[in-house]
Every structure is written in structure tokens, then in C-alpha cells.
T-cell receptor, first 116, second 115 residues
């Protein structure tokens, strides 16, 4: 079964420091992996995705993610955190459903707090 | 280019009433998904629709819940005889193609509160 896991419920980082939000996956075949961000009382915004190719994927708002096949990880990173990055972050992977459809299965989310 | 639209943003119902949630996908998108987010939890898939067809409703409770995506108009998620446990945020997402690597774009959600 396709699944992703986010081992940390919360990550605290000082403004200006690098940040990492962790995600591990259990996916058969070629993994497609996504990161989304959710600000309070808002919907999810797409940040970036890994399909194939370069292991370092660049996305929106200065975020990037590193795909590591040997460690089955897809950690989200940013070199210098901003207070405005404080939000809930979700890792996701498509899961095959009925009739050949694909839906997203999400990690439980990691709350990122950037401290001024 | 408007994104995914959902209304209402907030909905309050008393136990036993009906809740009707609407979703207009992004222009050009014919694939619609509904997800539910309970407090302090991630999103859980409910149903996947294309125009006039329910493709996968495996995540939706068989009782009281229904969904449609008519030829004209928005997708509707209907919850009949709501109970307190239905209180949650309901998100709609759309995407252009059916491939597993196409990202989904989410609406702002409808926050349902059942009194």
C-alpha cells in the first residue's frame, strides 16, 4: 500500500536558520511525491513534487525537497526560514483507487513554527 | 484565472439537518476530489468524480453522504441528517489530467459545525 509518514508533529526553528520538515514514504514502483502547505483556516497550497530526474526539487516560496531512494525519504527544506513560513505542512503520495483513479494519501502533517 | 472555489466557507447545522457543500473546479479541470479533515488530523479521501460520473467513492460513508458533479454547475457534497461527528473541514480539489503525477489544486474548504 502507498503511504507517507511525517515523524514530527511540530518543528520549531529560529528565523533565518535552515529548516527541514521530514517525510518518509512506502511506495511500490516509481514514487511520485508532493508537498503541500496549509495556512490557518485556508486550503492546501501546492509547493512542489517529485516525479523523476534530479533528486533535488525546487518549488514555491524558496522551498526545495530532496528525494533519497535509499532512505525512502523526501524531506522539505529551506535555507533560511521566515516567520511567514509558519504553517502546517503535508507530504502526500498518489494511491491507486478504484477504476484506475488516483487519490492523494497524506501524512498527518507537521506544524512548523518559525520564531522571530 | 480563478482557483478552486468552495462555498459556503462556514456552515452551521443542527443535528438531523442537511448540509450541502459546493465546489467549482479550476477552469479546464474535469477531475474533482473531496477530502475531509478532522481536527488535528491529515486529509482523508472521500470521493473522486468526473463530469456526471462518480469514479471512486470508497472513502465516503455509505449512509447519509452523497456526491455529484453534474454536466453544468458545481460539484455538490451532500450530508443528510448530520451528526456531531460530521463536524470537520471539507476540501475540494481539482486537477486537469488523470495521471498520478498531476498535482491537485485545493479550494479554501468548508468548515462544517454541527450543533
Amino acid at each position: 500500500a502507498q503511504s507517507v509518514a511525517q515523524p514530527e508533529d511540530q518543528v520549531n526553528v529560529a528565523e533565518g536558520n535552515p529548516l527541514t520538515v521530514k517525510c518518509t514514504y512506502s511506495v511500490s514502483g516509481n514514487p511520485y511525491l508532493f508537498w503541500y502547505v496549509q495556512y490557518p483556516n485556508r486550503g492546501l497550497q501546492f509547493l512542489l513534487k517529485y516525479i523523476t530526474g534530479d533528486n533535488l526539487v525546487k518549488g514555491s516560496y524558496g522551498f526545495e525537497a530532496e528525494f533519497n531512494k535509499s532512505q525512502t525519504s523526501f524531506h522539505l527544506k529551506k535555507p533560511s526560514a521566515l516567520v511567514s513560513d509558519s504553517a502546517l505542512y503535508f507530504c502526500a503520495a498518489p494511491r491507486l483507487g478504484r477504476a484506475g483513479s488516483y487519490q492523494l494519501t497524506f501524512g498527518k502533517g507537521t506544524k512548523l513554527s518559525v520564531i522571530p | 484565472n480563478a482557483g478552486v472555489m468552495q462555498n459556503p466557507r462556514h456552515l452551521v447545522r443542527r443535528r438531523g439537518q442537511e448540509a450541502r457543500l459546493r465546489c467549482s473546479p479550476m477552469k479546464g479541470h474535469s477531475h474533482v476530489y473531496w477530502y475531509r479533515q478532522l481536527p488535528e488530523e491529515g486529509l482523508k479521501f472521500m470521493v473522486y468524480l468526473q463530469k456526471e460520473n462518480i469514479i471512486d467513492e470508497s472513502g465516503m460513508p455509505k449512509e447519509r453522504f452523497s456526491a455529484e458533479f453534474p454536466k453544468e454547475g458545481p460539484s455538490i457534497l451532500r450530508i443528510q441528517q448530520v451528526v456531531r461527528g460530521d463536524s470537520a473541514a471539507y476540501f475540494c480539489a481539482s486537477r486537469q489530467g488523470s495521471s498520478s503525477y498531476n498535482e491537485q489544486f485545493f479550494g479554501p474548504g468548508t468548515r462544517l459545525t454541527v450543533l
